[in-house]
C-alpha cells in the first residue's frame, strides 16, 4: 500500500479562541501522522496564541501582531509542507476522517487537479450553507468544474499553488478567491467542487464589522475586472454586482461604505492595468461553461435581498 500523501492544515483565526480550539482539537483526534496543522493569528487581542500553545503544543502557530486579512493565509500557506493544503476558517467544524480520506482520493484521481472546494453545511446536518457556485444548490452533493474558491473550505495541490501564486493580499478580504482561482485556471490547473467533501460552518459573528463587507465586495469588484476579464464580461459584472452591492448597502444602512469602496475601487484601476493578465483562452472556456448553469439573476437576487450578512464571494 502506498503511504498517504501529507496533508497540511491551514487555518486563519481572529479573535475566535474557542472556535478555533475547537476545530484543532477536531483534527487532532484525526490522529493521522501525515497531517500538519498550522494556526495563523490575525492579531488577536483574546489570549488565542498563549490557549493554542498550551493546549496543542504540536501546532505550528504564527501569530502575526495585527490583522493582515488574507495576507495571514499567505503565511500559512508558505509554512506548509504537505502535497495538499487545506485551509479552513476557524469556525469550521465536522471535518473528520471520511472527509480527509475524500480530499486525498479528489487529487489521486485527477492529476490535473489543482483546488477542490467542499460543500459547506450547517453543523451536524446535511444541511447546505454558504451557497456561492454557479449551480442550483440541489446540485451540492455533485462534483462540477467550478471557479469559485471557498476559501474557508477549500484544498489546494501545493504544486498548483507553487505554479499560480498565493492570494493577493491587496485584496484584504472579498474576491481573493476569485481572483486566485482565475491564476490557476490560467496557468492549466482544474477546479471543481466536490461534494463527497462536507465541512459544518458554526457561522460565528465576532470579527466581523458590520460595514467590512459592504466594502470589500464592492471595491474589490473593480479589481478582480481590471486584472483578468475580457471588456464585454466586465462590464455585465460589474454592472449587476454594484447594482446587487448598493441594494443591499441601501437595505442594510451602509451606503457610506458602498461610496468608498467604489471610490477607492476606481482609485487603482489606472495601476492595477499595467498588471493585467487577460483570460487564456481555456480560462475563458472555463468559465462559459460555468455560467451556463448560473441560476437567473432575479431568482439570486430576491434570494439575497431577503438575506442579511451575506456575501458575494
Known sequence: MSAAVPVSFVILTCNRRDAVLRLVGQL????????????VDNGSGDGTPAALSERHPRVRLVALPENRGVGARNRGLEQ?????????????????????????????????????????????????????????????????????????????????????GLYREDFFISHEGLELAYRLLDAGWDIVHDG?????????????????????????????????????????YL???????????LRDGHLPAWLRAVRDGLGRVGTLRRERSPWTPRTAAWVREADRHRPGFWRLARKRLGQKNFSLD
Open 80 to 164: 506548509a509542507t504537505g502535497g495538499i493544503v487545506v485551509t479552513l476558517d476557524d469556525d469550521m467544524v465536522d471535518f473528520g476522517p471520511g472527509q480527509l480520506a475524500a480530499v486525498r482520493r479528489a487529487f489521486a484521481e485527477d492529476p490535473r487537479l489543482g483546488a477542490v472546494t467542499f460543500t459547506v453545511t450547517w453543523p451536524g446536518t446535511a444541511r447546505v450553507r454558504d451557497w456561492v457556485h454557479r449551480r442550483p444548490v440541489t446540485e451540492a452533493a455533485g462534483r462540477f468544474p467550478t471557479y469559485e474558491l471557498t476559501e474557508g473550505a477549500v484544498a489546494f495541490r501545493r504544486a498548483a499553488l507553487a505554479r499560480a
Open 239 to 249: 454592472v449587476r454586482g454594484l447594482g446587487a452591492m448598493l441594494a443591499y448597502s
Open 196 to 236: 463527497r467533501i462536507t465541512v459544518g460552518h458554526d457561522h460565528q459573528r465576532s470579527g466581523r464589522p458590520g460595514w467590512r463587507r459592504y466594502y470589500f465586495d464592492t471595491r474589490n469588484l473593480f479589481w478582480v475586472a481590471v486584472l483578468h476579464q475580457p471588456a464585454g464580461y466586465a462590464a455585465r
Open 28 to 39: 487532532a483526534a484525526l490522529g493521522d501522522p501525515d497531517v500538519e496543522v498550522i494556526v
